[in-house]
T-cell receptor, first 112, second 115 residues
Framework: GEDVEQSLFLSVREGDSSVINCTYT??????LYWYKQEPGAGLQLLTY?????DMKQDQRLTVLLNKKDKHLSLRIADTQTGDSAIYFC????????????FGKGTTLSVSS | DTGVSQDPRHKITKRGQNVTFRCDPI?????LYWYRQTLGQGPEFLTY????????KSRLLSDRFSAERPKGSFSTLEIQRTEQGDSAMYLC?????????????FGQGTRLTVV
């Protein structure tokens, strides 16, 4: 079945770029998503990419998709302390997109 | 409308008791989802509704779990005869079906602790 894997931790200094990586096993998902979760808060949709695209840029966020390698990444430029959170990549289990499968999340720690 | 609302935010119950959670989705969102998240894990899909119809259920949803969305608006998730393994954050999400994009918006969750 579908599986989504992420590295568990990333530590960067304020102002640096952060790159969070994700690999997945099933490419049936039409869209792939990045969610952010802060302590005590729900999941916040950050951005998403259509599976036919290679790249999407949204202000400080850049999503890269390599369908051949089934690899998705999220780059955060000029990382701020407020970016400290857990980041989840997610894809749909089926083409209808009615159920998402999430990775275990990458904890991003930003030090000043 | 400020987003998906879940109630209660926290629930502590004794093993064997029944609990019920409520989710109010974003207005006009026709899809509503329930997920479960345990510590150190990503959310796991439980079930989803298209309007009032429950169209998909995960194998994680045992017979002790039941979800309803009677009028196609708010939803309830009931767990009967709770077990310690049910301790988790229960997340609700909603979306407006627009083509193939399932941009789901999540609530803050209900944290269940079974003692």
């Amino acid at each position: 079945g579908e599986d989504v894997e992420q590295s568990l931790f990333l530590s960067v200094r304020e102002g640096d770029s952060s790159v969070i990586n994700c690999t997945y096993t099933d490419s049936s998902s039409t869209y792939l998503y990045w969610y952010k979760q802060e302590p005590g808060a729900g999941l916040q949709l950050l951005t998403y990419i259509f599976s036919n695209m290679d790249m999407k840029q949204d202000q400080r966020l850049t999503v890269l998709l390599n369908k051949k390698d089934k690899h998705l990444s999220l780059r955060i430029a000029d990382t701020q302390t407020g970016d400290s959170a857990i980041y989840f990549c997610a894809g749909a289990i089926n083409q209808a997109g009615t159920a998402l499968i999430f990775g275990k999340g990458t904890t991003l720690s930003v030090s000043s | 409308d400020t987003g998906v609302s879940q109630d209660p935010r926290h629930k502590i119950t004794k093993r064997g008791q029944n609990v019920t959670f409520r989710c109010d989705p974003i207005s006009e969102h026709n899809r509503l989802y329930w997920y479960r998240q345990t510590l150190g894990q990503g959310p796991e899909f439980l079930t989803y509704f298209q309007n009032e119809a429950q169209l998909e259920k995960s194998r994680l949803l045992s017979d002790r779990f039941s979800a309803e969305r009677p009028k196609g608006s708010f939803s309830t998730l009931e767990i009967q005869r709770t077990e310690q393994g049910d301790s988790a954050m229960y997340l609700c999400a909603s979306s407006l079906v627009r083509g193939l994009n399932t941009e789901a918006f999540f609530g803050q969750g209900t944290r269940l602790t079974v003692v």
